[in-house]
């Protein structure tokens, strides 16, 4: 005796839905609540229906859209990782979303709402100051969507990721300064609970610390990476009896806004002090005068987290969570420039 196959009906009759409904599941699963996904996933499993098939159109989901989640759209920093997480892709067929995150006076939980409804088929996280919660908590596992971290990372989930390593390169930066006879070194950060912040923070102490120094707490200067920060950080450099005569910014926007505030009030960079950056913007090679910085491969992290985040969009959901989890560590360079110039007064000294 011949058994009959479960059909699509044999689907809907167990999850108490339309046929039309169980086929809208299986082809555009975002579209229909996370109660009769559920249910029809349960059905599917109960019958037996072309499990293999019906499994892989719910863990692939093709909604065919990817997600990258920005901390500041504005920051000029971003633009060419978009540009080269749009190049992979785009050839693979998917649709970018970009989202800022930044928080506003009516919205302070830096996570868009309808991510968290399962409508992309991967997100590529730049934010390393999202809500844990809300970035994990993102609809059931069958169809939870796989995600990346880029540049930024959250150091309590344990996910894909693609960087530089920060705190060596802040190193390399104070050294710099130091190999220019510079002793006296302060330091523009970003915000205090940022990743970045804390990487560059200590690799700036570790590079002080192997030459008997250490960095005053009185040259600490708050910042959030942005311009009108680094130009705070030079009215309080200019306010100070004892000024650094080298200053490290965490960003190459807050050193471009520390360079302009010095400039309007009449203080040459870097006859007066040496300023040096981190990014390497396009257009710290243009700025007068030209930015001593550290070089990201920015280009290259978008095209790696892209990469990245196919690679993981293909596996199947039951065995993602115990694949392997690489973090890509890519080579910084410093960028030096005209922004930093031996210390006068280190001759003073010898």
């Not at 409508?119 to 970035?135: F, S």
């Not at 009108?228 to 200019?238: K, M, V």
Request: charged fraction near 20%; aromatic fraction near 6%; proline fraction near 7%.
């Amino acid at each position: 005796m011949t058994h009959r196959a479960p059909s699509i009906r044999d689907v809907a009759r167990v999850a108490g839905v339309s046929t039309a409904t169980v086929s809208r599941t299986l082809t555009h699963p975002d579209k229909v609540s996370e109660t009769t996904r559920a249910a029809v996933i349960r059905a599917i499993h109960d019958t037996g229906y072309t499990v293999n098939q019906a499994a892989r159109s719910l863990r692939r989901r093709r909604t065919g859209a990817i997600a990258v989640l920005v901390p500041n759209i504005s920051n000029p920093f971003f633009a060419r990782i978009l540009s080269g997480v749009a190049e992979v892709m785009s050839e693979a067929g998917y649709n970018v979303l970009i989202s800022d995150t930044t928080p506003t006076a009516l919205d302070d939980h830096r996570f868009p709402e309808y991510f968290s409804h399962n409508q992309t088929d991967g997100l590529i996280v730049l934010d390393g100051m999202l809500n844990r919660e809300l970035l994990l908590n993102r609809g059931p596992p069958e169809v939870r969507p796989p995600m990346v971290f880029a540049c930024e990372w959250i150091d309590s989930i344990e996910r894909p990721m693609v960087t530089i390593d920060n705190t060596a390169a802040a190193a390399a930066a104070v050294r710099h300064l130091l190999d220019l006879g510079h002793r006296d070194i302060g330091f523009v950060c970003g915000p205090p609970e940022n990743v970045l912040t804390r990487a560059r923070l200590n690799g700036t102490r570790a590079a002080l610390a192997e030459a008997g120094l250490s960095l005053r707490a009185d040259w600490i200067f708050p910042g959030d990476f942005t311009l009108p920060s680094g130009a705070r950080a030079a009215a309080l450099w200019l306010d100070a009896g004892d000024r650094p005569s080298a200053v490290f910014c965490a960003s190459d926007e807050m050193a471009m806004g520390f360079i302009g505030a010095l400039y309007q009030r009449g203080v040459s960079v870097p006859a007066s002090v040496s300023v040096m950056g981190f990014d390497d913007l396009g257009i710290a090679a243009h700025f007068v005068p030209p930015l001593s910085t550290v070089h990201q491969p920015r280009r290259r992290i978008g095209l790696i987290a892209a990469q990245m985040l196919l690679e993981r969009m293909a596996l199947d959901p039951a065995t993602r969570a115990s694949a392997p989890v690489p973090k890509v560590v890519l080579p910084y360079e410093l960028a030096i420039r005209s922004s930093t110039a031996p210390n006068p007064a280190a001759g003073e000294r010898i």
